[in-house]
């Protein structure tokens, strides 16, 4: 059974630093674009940074120049650093992947368990 699941989340205070990591087990046969949503109290799910197989990148724009996603194909992971952290950043933050398990040929969207972030003095 294919699952991801998310660590690193916590307190930080604001202007900190965080490092989110994702890790997918499982039989996996191909792990292809990675992302980062968040989910802020009464707000809805928003993509925070997204990775391809190759190493393409993008980034919402409250995460530019702040944020930076990262990935190990060989280990199936995907991380995010976030760096100057605001209050406003406060929120669930959820590893997303679209992957294809061991004998299927189509790729599937997976979601992780989701980790809190807590940006506040």
């Known amino acids: 059974q294919v699952q991801l699941v998310e660590s690193g989340g916590g307190l930080v205070q604001p202007g900190g630093s965080l490092r989110l990591s994702c890790a997918a087990s499982g039989s996996i046969r191909s792990i292809y674009a990675m992302r980062w949503y968040r989910q802020a109290p009464g707000k809805q799910r928003e993509l925070v940074a997204a990775?391809?197989?190759?190493?393409?990148?993008n980034y919402a724009d409250s995460a530019k120049g702040r944020f930076t996603i990262s990935r190990d194909n060989a280990k199936n992971t995907v991380n995010l650093q976030m760096n100057s952290l605001k209050p406003e950043d406060t929120a669930v933050y959820y590893c997303?992947?679209?992957?294809?398990?061991?004998?299927?040929?189509?790729?599937?969207?997976?979601w992780g368990q989701g980790t809190q972030v807590t940006v506040s003095s």
């Open positions: 990775i391809s197989t190759g190493g393409s990148t």
């Open positions: 997303n992947a679209d992957l294809s398990p061991t004998g299927s040929m189509g790729a599937q969207n997976y």
